[in-house]
């Protein structure tokens, strides 16, 4: 089955303590992104990658980190969590053929919720 | 820069009632534009999108959108809502010769009642 998974779909932590939200996808799409969702905000893209190590920022990419050394797996690392960074947060991935059939198809994992205390 | 722009943050509607849900973007170059659905606790989903050709595009679910570059909108449209379209829906866009880099509107939240 085609998918995006993410873990861990929930999680609560503390102030500066690093952590990691992995997103993994079978779809062997080029393109994965990140963003956050907040209530009146909508979705803002954190950062995304085109390919195997070409990773570029978003539209908020303060306080995050990725990596793209594998083309299946796209991690979001919040090294110092602060209370602001508290949301819900979605992998997205797709295939990178503009004007294509595929164009502006992306697929999304179901979310991982994060609460910053 | 692409933006988005979704007017209406929530639309009740009773259900077999016809609906609009709008969007207007802005960009200085030729665009693709989207629309996705998020339904509850669920990752968003590919509703329908334009690229070129037609400007009146049908997507899943009975929705169709139209393409109005004069007026720089591309508004969603539903003849007779369900119950289960209850959702949050985005409009997105992209420039043109790019596949996936979409920015999104902040959300409408169709609330269809009995």
């Known amino acids: 089955e085609a998918q995006v998974t993410q873990n861990p779909r929930y999680l609560i932590t503390v102030t500066g303590k690093k952590l990691t939200v992995t997103c993994s996808q079978n779809?062997?799409?080029?393109?994965m992104s990140w963003y956050r969702q907040d209530p009146g905000l909508g979705l803002r893209q954190i950062y995304y990658?085109?390919?195997?190590?070409?990773?570029d920022k978003g539209d908020v990419p303060e306080g995050y980190k990725v990596s793209r050394k594998e083309k299946r797996n796209f991690p979001l690392i919040l090294e110092s969590p602060s209370p602001n960074q508290t949301s819900l947060y979605f992998c997205?991935?797709?295939?990178?053929?503009?004007?294509?059939?595929?164009?502006?198809?992306?697929?999304f994992g179901e979310g991982s919720r994060l609460t910053v205390l | 820069a692409q933006s988005v722009t979704q007017l209406d943050s929530q639309v009740p509607v009773f259900e077999e009632a016809p609906v609009e849900l709008r969007c207007n973007y802005s960009s200085s170059v030729s665009v693709y534009l989207f629309w996705y659905v998020q339904y509850p606790n669920q990752g968003l989903q590919l509703l329908l999108k334009?690229?070129?050709?037609?400007?009146l595009v049908k997507g899943i679910n009975g929705f169709e959108a139209e393409f109005n570059k004069s007026q720089t909108s591309f508004h969603l449209r539903k003849p007779s809502v369900h119950i289960s379209d209850t959702a949050e829906y985005f409009c997105?866009?992209?420039?043109?010769?790019?596949?996936?880099?979409?920015?999104f509107g902040t959300g409408t939240r169709l609330q269809v009642t009995l």
């Open positions: 997205a991935s797709g295939l990178n053929l503009a004007g294509g059939p595929s164009t502006g198809e992306l697929f």
């Open positions: 997105a866009v992209t420039r043109t010769g790019t596949a996936s880099k979409l920015t």
């Open positions: 334009y690229l070129s050709g037609s400007t």
């Open positions: 990658s085109m390919n195997v190590e070409v990773t």
């Open positions: 779809m062997n799409h080029e393109y």
